[in-house]
């Protein structure tokens, strides 16, 4: 038997992990995403399984840049991204596709497992279906 993926967090059929935690690890069942704007720093791209890398559904460099300047600015880095996410739907349809077939997973680069771009892109997801 292989290695469990136990930092998957499970919501439905989507679910998140850090690109990190998944290294050496059995892919997760499904499709797997890449949804970082930047390749997660010091990873190799071999040592991560993925489908695709959306960047796209990241995060735009500035709304990124700006959060990163202040991290207390989270509420409002929360309800910007929302909006990008609400104005750019293409971005979304691979994951929208992959869901209607099976689980997805969001693969994500920050260190923080509960204040990151993927969390509000997975209850995005969630929301809008």
């Known amino acids: 038997m292989g290695k469990q993926h136990r930092s998957t967090k499970s919501t439905g059929d989507l679910r998140l992990a850090r690109v990190r935690d998944t290294i050496g690890q059995e892919p997760p ?44 600015r989270w509420e409002e880095f ?3 991204y929302r909006a990008e996410l609400a104005d750019n739907p293409d ?21 923080d497992t509960e204040h990151n771009h993927a969390v509000v892109l997975r209850d995005f997801m969630l929301e809008s279906d």
């Open 29 to 72: 069942p499904g499709r797997v995403f890449l949804v970082d704007r930047l390749w997660p720093r010091g990873v190799r791209k071999t040592s991560v399984h993925y489908d695709a890398w959306l960047q796209d559904a990241a995060p735009s460099t500035e709304l990124r840049r700006w959060l990163h300047a202040d991290p207390d």
């Open 78 to 80: 929360v309800e910007r």
């Open 91 to 111: 971005a979304l349809r691979p994951i929208r596709e992959a869901l209607a077939e099976g689980p997805v997973t969001l693969l994500y680069g920050a260190r």
